[in-house]
């Protein structure tokens, strides 16, 4: 069975949000976090530095985003 | 080096409802979502609804619980029952006036995850 | 300023030359047995694409080949050298111990969302359609049955593979034709048992399309379960 461009721009989406759910909720934790209580809920534990992080340039980081060729990432 | 796709081990066919988060993730990344009034308007909506909606879950949830453990005479599970029904079917005619997707009322908390 | 990665051992192994964030060398900061691994910045990076996520990501994956990682969380910054020397050392037992657990381990993800019957994840329905409940009552039961028939689905699915696991996380359900969301803390030489399983409960559950992803560090299992328990990092909101 032959795999489409689309399908492997299917599978990319599909491991990016696997991905994007792990390192933004997952993983240590380290430095200016808050811990919030919201009325009726546990404390919540929020990771300001990850929610700030979820806006895209990617100029400030110097990087150039490749054109989607379908290489691997190297 | 290996690509994103070798990370499925185990996929099916249909990858798209798998793929769903993205759309909003992508358009948060790459700053899409305009100030416009419009948008503005109906981010509001969407919001109040989504309060809303949690609201409602919870008291369902809450009702389902009491009915389970049982103790609830009849007219009260029937009272409980018709308010539920009655807000979730305007709960649908909320959304549908305000043109707003079950998805879309599912807030991206990022850390906390999805509101509902 | 300066970006984490992770937090590891083997501090005696010389670090990768793989680059990270922006091109930059990789670095580190070291306490005793714990190895921060770093970048260092000028800027601060604030604003990341996603392909940033995915240079991160290939950071903590090559550590991963050669030692136990702590994955940071994406966004994990201090100021200097000093700062992350003072968490290493105030929280040093905790990342051993954290360390010890996920050593030899990587993390496996499951999703399973609702598929119509019959296909193997051909098309996914939404909520079956039911007959229109005629009482508040029918309501209320048929609303308890669902989540009845979820629950068990989600545990036909989740038992069997959390049994193959070191450690298991499930998350509550976040839409409604979601049936499971969990991640499991698999030994590297368990990957392929863990895949087979996946295909056989996808095999006995045509109703369900089986999505397996990995492997991944282990971002969902480097808090202490106990500390979890006190913070949580997901809402708790009618979760079960």
């Known amino acids: ?74 | 080096m290996d690509s994103p796709a070798d990370k499925l081990l185990n996929a099916p066919l249909d990858l798209d409802p798998f793929a769903r988060d993205l759309r909003r993730l992508d358009d948060a990344l790459t700053g899409r979502v305009r100030a416009d009034p419009e948008n503005v308007e109906r981010g509001l909506a969407q919001l109040v609804l989504t309060i809303i909606e949690l609201l409602r879950q919870i008291m369902e949830r809450q009702a389902i619980r009491r009915v389970e453990a049982g103790g609830l005479d009849e007219a009260t599970v029937e009272r409980l029952g018709s308010t539920l029904m009655a807000l979730e079917s305007r709960m649908e005619e909320l959304k549908q006036a305000f043109g707003i997707e079950d998805e879309e009322l599912n807030l991206d908390l990022g850390p906390l995850g999805r509101l509902l | 300023m300066i970006w984490v990665y992770g937090i590891c051992d083997r501090p005696d192994l010389p670090l990768p030359r793989r680059r990270g964030l922006a091109q930059a060398p990789l670095d580190s900061v070291r306490a005793d047995a714990l190895l921060a691994v770093i970048s260092r910045h000028v800027h601060p990076p604030s604003e990341p694409a996603l392909d940033s996520l995915w240079v991160h990501e290939r950071v903590v994956e090559r550590l991963m080949a050669e030692r136990a990682v702590l994955p940071m969380r994406f966004g994990s910054k201090v100021d200097d050298d000093e700062a992350l020397t003072a968490v290493l050392e105030v929280r040093q037992r905790a990342f051993l111990a954290a360390l010890d657990r996920v050593r030899g381990r990587v993390e496996l993800g499951v999703r399973v969302l609702r598929s119509s019957a019959g296909g193997n994840g051909s098309a996914v329905a939404a909520v079956p359609a039911v007959t229109p409940p005629a009482t508040g009552r029918d309501y209320l039961l048929g609303k308890l049955q669902e989540g009845k028939r979820v629950d068990k689905t989600a545990a036909a699915i989740h038992d069997p593979l959390a049994a193959l696991a070191v450690d298991s996380r499930r998350q509550p359900q976040r839409s409604a034709d979601e049936l499971l969301r969990a991640s499991y803390l698999v030994e590297r030489g368990g990957i392929a048992r863990f895949r087979s399983a996946v295909d056989r409960l996808q095999t006995a559950h045509p109703d369900a399309a089986i999505l397996c992803t990995g492997p991944w560090p282990t971002y969902s299992f480097v808090e202490d379960p106990t500390r979890l328990a006190a913070t949580p990092g997901t809402p708790t909101i009618g979760a079960r």
């Open chain 1, 1 to 74: 069975m032959t795999v489409t461009r689309e399908d492997i721009a299917r599978q990319r989406e599909v491991a990016l949000v696997d991905l994007v759910d792990r390192l933004l909720a997952g993983g240590v934790v380290i430095g200016g976090d808050l811990t919030l209580s919201i009325a009726d809920v546990d404390l919540v534990y929020v990771g300001l530095r990850a929610l700030i992080t979820s806006v895209a340039t990617a100029d400030e980081m110097g990087l150039s985003l490749p054109p989607a060729s379908g290489r691997p990432f190297g």
